[in-house]
């Protein structure tokens, strides 16, 4: 797992319509990318591109999403596009794949 990925959530999760604008998985998605963007700039190779990558066929998987969506797309979908219950359904699946990545590392 990615250290500065999960502080750069951590820091969101406690204040996220401040810094967002308001409750979207649309607007934590574009956040995280212009994050992505800006750390491979400045600090290049810090940031494990996959990580988000796994959470998505973690999601894909999980709720058997065939089409080409990203994490925010799938939580999109199985939230009805209700853009707050989609961004509340994040957190929930983002401490269920970091307790997940955790153990399997554990396991290791």
């Known amino acids: 797992m990615n250290q500065e990925l999960i502080e750069l ?5 406690v204040r996220t319509a401040m810094y967002l604008g308001c409750l979207s ?7 995280t990318g212009g994050f992505l963007h800006a750390n491979a700039i400045h600090n290049p190779g810090s940031i ?3 990580t988000l990558l796994r959470f998505t066929k973690t999601l894909a998987s999980k709720y ?3 089409k080409m969506l990203g994490w925010d797309g799938i ?10 219950a989609a961004l509340e359904l ?4 983002w401490d269920e794949f970091c307790t997940q990545q955790e153990s399997d590392v554990n396991k290791s």
């Open 9 to 13: 959530f951590n820091t969101l999760r």
């Open 25 to 31: 998985i649309t607007r934590l998605r574009a956040y």
């Open 48 to 50: 494990e591109s996959d």
């Open 64 to 66: 058997s999403i065939k």
């Open 75 to 84: 939580l999109l979908q199985v939230s009805g596009n209700d853009e707050k």
């Open 90 to 93: 994040f957190w929930q699946e």
